[in-house]
C-alpha cells in the first residue's frame, strides 16, 4: 500500500470538513480492497460483520482479535479506516485509553467509542462514566500526536430510549472533545425520523454527525440536505451477502444449481486484488 497512516489521517479528516460521505462496512481484507476498487473515499469496520466471520454473534470477539482485524483492513487498503471499537474493550476509562493507543497502532484514521455497557448489552453507562471513558479515548489520541478522528457513539435509541435523550448525550460527548457524533437508530425508520436527525445536526454544529442506514427508504440526498456530513451501513453489506450466500445454498441443497448463476467471476475478483497488490 502506498499511502501511510498519516496521510489517510488527513484525508480522512478533511473528508468530516464539508459535504457528505458514505463509508461502506468491509469485514474482511477482500470486501475492504472490493470497496476501494469501486471508487469510496474511505471505509469503516464492522463489529458486527467481523463477528459473524468468526462464527461468533456480536459483542463476542475480544480486543486482541479485534486489534488484529483492524490491522488487517488498515494494511490491505489505502483508504482511511473508522474503526468500529464498540466501548473500548475495557471496564474502566484507564483500560479504555489502553485499548484506544492499541488502535491506533493499527493504523485507524479514527474511531468510535459507544456509551453501551458490555456487561449488560441492554443498558448504557451513567453519563459521568460514559464522558471518562470518552475522555480516556480523547487523551489516549492526543498524546499520540496523531490526527484520529475521535467518534462519539450512543446507543440510546438501539435500547429503547428516545431519541431526544441520545442528543442530550452527543451534545455531552462533543463538549467533552468528541470530533463526530453518531447515534445509532436516530434516522432509521420505525426508530425516529428524519426531523431527530435535523435536531442532532443542529444540536451539535458545527461537528460532523454520522447516520447509520441499515435498511432501505432513507436516500443520501435527503440526508445531506440536513448536513449530515457521513453515512455508514453496520452489518448491513454483510447481511446482504450472507442472505444471498443462504439463498442459493438453500437452492442448491435441492439440487437448483442455477442457483450459482449471477455470481461475481472469479477472474475479475483476481484482477483487482492482483491490481490491489501492485
Not at 62 to 81: I, Q
Not at 107 to 133: F, K, N, Q, T, Y
Not at 256 to 273: S, T, Y
Request: a negative charge.
Amino acid at each position: 500500500m502506498g499511502q501511510t497512516p498519516q496521510q489517510k489521517r488527513t484525508a480522512f479528516r478533511a473528508l468530516h470538513r464539508q459535504g457528505c460521505f458514505v463509508l461502506p462496512n468491509p469485514w474482511d481484507a477482500g470486501s475492504a480492497r472490493l470497496f476501494e476498487h469501486l471508487g469510496f473515499a474511505a471505509l469503516a469496520s464492522t463489529s458486527s460483520g467481523f463477528a459473524w466471520t468468526t462464527g461468533r454473534p456480536d459483542y463476542a470477539v475480544g480486543r486482541a482479535d479485534v486489534l488484529a482485524h483492524l490491522t488487517a483492513l488498515c494494511e490491505a487498503t489505502d483508504l482511511p479506516v473508522n474503526a468500529d471499537f464498540e466501548a473500548g474493550f475495557a471496564a474502566d476509562a484507564d483500560g479504555v485509553g489502553d485499548s484506544v493507543a492499541l488502535a491506533i497502532d493499527a493504523g485507524v484514521a479514527g474511531l468510535s467509542i459507544e456509551d453501551r455497557r458490555m456487561d449488560a448489552l441492554g443498558s448504557l453507562h451513567d453519563l459521568p462514566e460514559a464522558l471518562d471513558r470518552l475522555a480516556a479515548a480523547r487523551a489516549a489520541i492526543d498524546r499520540s500526536g496523531e490526527d484520529v478522528v475521535l467518534v462519539a457513539r450512543s446507543e440510546t435509541v438501539l435500547v429503547g430510549g428516545r431519541p431526544s435523550d441520545a442528543i442530550d448525550r452527543l451534545v455531552a460527548f462533543a463538549d467533552a472533545g468528541a470530533d463526530c457524533l453518531y447515534a445509532p437508530g436516530i434516522g432509521m425508520p420505525g426508530l425516529s425520523t428524519m426531523d431527530d436527525v435535523a435536531a442532532l445536526v443542529r444540536a451539535v454544529a458545527p461537528r460532523p454527525v454520522n447516520v447509520l442506514v441499515a435498511t432501505p427508504g432513507v436516500s443520501m440526498a435527503a440526508l445531506a440536505d440536513l448536513g449530515v456530513r457521513r453515512i455508514s451501513v453496520g452489518g448491513a453489506l454483510a447481511l446482504v451477502g450472507w442472505g444471498a450466500v443462504a439463498e442459493a445454498a438453500k437452492r442448491l441443497k435441492d439440487g437448483d444449481f442455477d442457483a450459482l448463476a449471477g455470481a461475481l467471476p472469479g477472474a475479475e475478483l483476481n484482477r483487482i486484488f492482483g491490481a490491489a497488490d501492485g
